[in-house]
């Protein structure tokens, strides 16, 4: 695109980005013409386009196979080159906040290194923003160019937008960057000294005059501290392809020689259907938590048609007969059924998160949001409260379940629990499943027997777990950014979009099935949820053939 056209267009965008929303600070929004014009050759201009992110229209380039992990690895390597072509010293923690890594620079040559990163055309549609003493970016955040003039900065993020495309809302940006810090010397102590805060270390012995300290210390710095989760984690996913014509066959017969007190809606088609949640599903793994180690599919004889074979694939599918005690009980139509079971897959770790294929990442997490560095779980309260009613047949599934969990651990001297929990990624420990079950060997048995969702059943790897590992030590309280979706819901629509958008939450579910609907809603739905999805997470992952 020629540099006037690029300008341009980038002048009518920013305007009309105000427009929709004035109370968004013009500093965060418009990056003026000028800069543009000062910063991109017609050259430079090519395979960039003007991006509309969150906060305004920005520069962005353009990769349709988008990584979000390898653009992070990608940052960090053409900075690396940089300084190595420049002869300045640096050195890097590959672990800084929030997975950030940090380039640190000490001050004889921390000058050098800005105003050549500024001046080198290579940088040309990066960004920047200051880092405070405390650690923390502000929000504004400008062209790598205005480097060249900021003497004042003791630290900076740098970073680039990527989109997949020129209308695509999956991009990269800051949270990929790379932060570059400033450290000063103490002649007196023969020691360097961070001039911005970091998790790894913010005082250092002088590599020149003691380098076996040096390394010592750097080898301290860059491993696994008290804080970082450095376990394995899996990921382990429930899946079922309700149109499987042999599927529909197994479950009619089950139906029909079923005499379970079922719970309201139990057997709804809603409830089995596919959306092709599986593929975002696997897909936002891949690109928003990357640290997993292993991902197991828990399924009924069915494999996705699109799923890669190959055999060094991190996905693995599991049938339901490889993890159940006894294999005459199936088959089972019945997720709490399948949850009890989920603890028994062959070489899960010990630490692993659990999946509905509903449940979307939609932002970069790290493995501390879902577990402690000393192994415990992080589970996540909702508002809504669990009535002191006995169960009826009003009550949803997730009400049976809970008021089901919470007799029975009242009766052994628990505390009594009138909290549901958001419907995210659980982090469960096999252990604590195995302890469960010796415990309550009736419960996981009498769940495991029941073809389809009745009313005795427990959520053993959900409100059960959570209260019984909150009362046994082995979970507390965390925090999420979450939003639940009906796809039924007359606003779904926008709401989804709304994060497709902003990327304002860390995860979303798509909670089908939940409501009756009519043939020509279910229709839109089917239409409607995989293309929204795909505006969502437009890269196919590494597991699509």
Excluded at 232 to 257: C, F, H, M, Q, Y
């Amino acid at each position: 695109m020629e540099l006037s056209k690029l300008a341009t267009k980038f002048k009518h965008s920013a305007v009309a980005s105000l427009s929709r929303n004035v109370r968004r600070r013009t500093e965060s929004i418009m990056v003026s013409v000028a800069s543009v014009k000062q910063n991109l050759t017609a050259e430079d201009a090519e395979g960039r386009i003007l991006f509309s992110a969150p906060v305004g229209p920005r520069i962005a380039e353009i990769d349709c196979n988008l990584n979000l992990d390898s653009l992070k690895k990608s940052n960090l390597l053409i900075i690396k080159t940089k300084l190595q072509e420049l002869n300045l010293s640096h050195w890097i923690f590959e672990r800084g906040d929030s997975g950030i890594p940090i380039v640190n620079i000490p001050s004889r040559d921390y000058r050098k290194a800005l105003e050549s990163i500024a001046g080198d055309p290579s940088f040309t549609s990066w960004y920047f923003r200051a880092l405070l003493p405390n650690g923390r970016a502000i929000s504004k955040e400008e062209f790598v160019a205005a480097l060249a003039n900021r003497s004042d900065v003791v630290g900076v993020r740098l970073y680039r937008y990527v989109a997949s495309g020129e209308k695509s809302h999956f991009f990269g940006n800051a949270l990929q960057g790379v932060d570059i810090i400033r450290w000063g010397s103490d002649a007196k102590t023969d020691r360097l000294i961070s001039e911005v805060w970091n998790p790894r270390a913010t005082e250092l012995p002088d590599p020149v005059s003691n380098a076996v300290s040096w390394a010592e210390h750097m080898g301290a710095a860059n491993s696994a501290l008290g804080y970082d989760v450095d376990f394995p984690i899996d990921a382990v996913i429930t899946w079922v392809d309700g149109d499987d014509v042999e599927w529909k066959k197994r479950k009619s017969a089950a139906l029909g020689n079923s005499d379970d007190d079922l719970v309201k809606n139990a057997v709804d088609v809603s409830r089995f259907e596919s959306l092709d949640e599986l593929r975002y599903c696997l897909r936002s793994i891949e690109q928003y938590a990357p640290w997993i180690r292993k991902i197991y599919i828990v399924t009924d004889r069915q494999r996705p048609n699109w799923l890669n074979s190959s055999v060094d694939s991190k996905v693995q599918i599991v049938d339901h007969s490889e993890i159940w005690k006894d294999s005459t009980e199936l088959p089972v139509f019945n997720s709490h059924a399948i949850e009890a079971n989920l603890h028994r897959i062959k070489e899960l770790s010990e630490h692993f998160l659990y999946f509905n294929d509903d449940m979307i990442l939609t932002s970069p997490l790290s493995p501390e949001r879902f577990f402690h560095a000393n192994g415990i779980s992080k589970v996540f309260y909702s508002r809504a409260l669990v009535d002191f009613s006995p169960i009826s047949d009003e009550d949803n599934v997730s009400t049976v379940a809970a008021k089901n969990a919470r007799q029975i651990l009242s009766r052994d001297g628990f505390p009594t629990y009138n909290r549901k929990f958001f419907h995210t990624p659980y982090a469960l420990r096999v252990s604590v499943m195995n302890e469960m079950e010796e415990r309550y060997p009736e419960v996981f048995a009498a769940t495991s027997r029941a073809k389809f969702r009745s009313l005795s059943d427990a959520a053993l790897a959900g409100s059960f777990y959570f209260n019984f590992a909150l009362s046994t030590g082995r979970a507390v309280p965390g925090r999420i950014r979450y939003d639940y979706i009906d796809p039924a819901d007359s606003i779904a629509v926008s709401r989804l979009r709304r994060i497709t958008r902003r990327r304002d939450v860390e995860v979303v579910v798509i909670n089908d099935g939940s409501q009756e609907v009519s043939e020509e809603k279910r229709n839109e739905i089917r239409r409607l949820v995989p293309r929204l999805l795909h505006d969502l997470l437009p890269v196919p992952s590494s597991f699509e053939m």
